[in-house]
């Protein structure tokens, strides 16, 4: 049964994001949107919940169909209210009375404490603040969901939870989502769109295969354009060739073979199709490498709070040099506490149980951004902090993806996609040697964050990570580590074990 269709829509902004776009939807579809920041994506999701017209073309649903709508961000004029009280605002004002055990089912179904419930929103973190825009959406029982990055703010375990919930649904209702999370996108969809300005690509497979096929169908658009041109310059030299002969001789016959060569490669040359090209900044990595055998090492570390509630131990571990540790646990176990400690010792803090190598140069990246200085500008961060003149720190700024205005911006005024970037860009210029991530890929699109993974794998720095993006920790990891129960950090071979305990856990032991 169809619930949406799209018809020849296009939106344009400062630049045509998409054109002449069709596509249909049945109940049972779930379509991954995928565009790099800024390209797109919540644009079509707002032209479908009708906030935003096309600039043509027309977006059809059946008859009273119902959209259910989750932004990326919570509206600030819910922010007072408390949780129940927002997802009852899903339920027609006439039936809350007799129909208000849905909300509580819907906070429940999601995860959220029920003491949570009466909490406003405003004082609740991100994630958890995200599972109830999901609950509200879940108790306005929609025929189509919009989810715009509904995976923004949750730790592994909660996105397991959503991809459940979403699967159990998938059979009675249209979705339409973006996420950055490739994980996320094969788990749960069965299409994928990319959005280009010139056209816009569809495959009805979810988001790995759909990479491959897109590949494969971009090589053979640019080795067709190669045979045109080889073509086209050939019959154009032949011409040249014919017209002289022709001109020299006399010939009226040359000189008008020469004229339909030409005619012939002209035509040919029109029909060349303009080949995509990708819109993204690049991102790139340094290592300055080390003579060190040994970056780092442990010998009877204790990590705790700041109240010195121990968290768990290392009784011994060595960080060889090359070596990129990534550390799995599940929320509370310290892998934050854990990373704030090597911060200190490498930069040069004695921290009892931790030894590091005098030559290391580290490059911290932290989920907050809070090292980036909110009111100075990008090209003014980097010509202060690095040795580069106004000139080569605009090239740089350009070529991770800064149009002119926003070199002079401050820099708590860009997207956090684009201060990711930065803050990358300001890594490589520190030409480290060590690198300490937690939670490097968060603000990423996903071409930032296969253009990451690439460079980290291609320079073999020493890392030491945190990240709950599945794709980026199978891609980038050399060494696991897990904190387990009894508060001990012990290596395994792969993190797929420790993911499919996370998956497979009882949703009442997730909530307790």
Known sequence: MTVLQFQSISAVARETLFQNLDLTLNKGDCLGLVAGNGQGKTTLLRQIVGELEPHSGQIITSRGAKIGYMPQELPEDCLPMTARDYVLSAIAPEEQDFEAWRADVALNDMGVPYEYGEMVLSSLSGGWRRLVMLAKLFAGEPDILVLDEPTNHLDLEKIYLVERVLKAMSGKVVTVLTSHDRAFLDSVTNKTLFLRPGECQEFDVSYSHARIALEELDQAARDKAERDQKEINRLRANAAK????????????????????????????????????????????????????????????????????????????????????????????????????????????EVPGIWTTPSNVVAYADQNLDMLPAKQSPLSYITEHFDVGDQRAKGMLANIGYIYEQQSQPIGQLSFGQRTRLLLLALRLTEPNFYLLDEPTNHLDIHGREQLEREIVEREPSALVISHDRHFVRAIGTRFFEIDARLRLFEVDSPEPFFDRLREKDLDEMVG
Do not use: C, W
């Open 242 to 349: 014919l017209f002289n002969i022709g001109t020299n001789s006399g010939s009226d016959l040359l000189q008008t073979k020469a004229k339909q060569l030409k005619e012939r490669a002209a035509k040919i040359e029109g029909s060349i199709a303009d080949l995509h090209k990708d819109r993204h900044g690049d991102v790139t990595l340094a290592n300055r490498g080390s003579h060190a055998k040994v970056a780092m090492s442990f010998e009877n570390f204790v990590v705790a709070t700041p109240d010195d509630r121990r968290l768990f131990s290392i009784e011994k571990l060595f960080h060889y040099q090359g070596d990129r540790i990534v550390v799995l646990a599940e929320n509370g176990r310290g892998k934050t506490q854990f990373i704030k400690a090597v911060k200190r010792a490498l930069d040069g803090e």
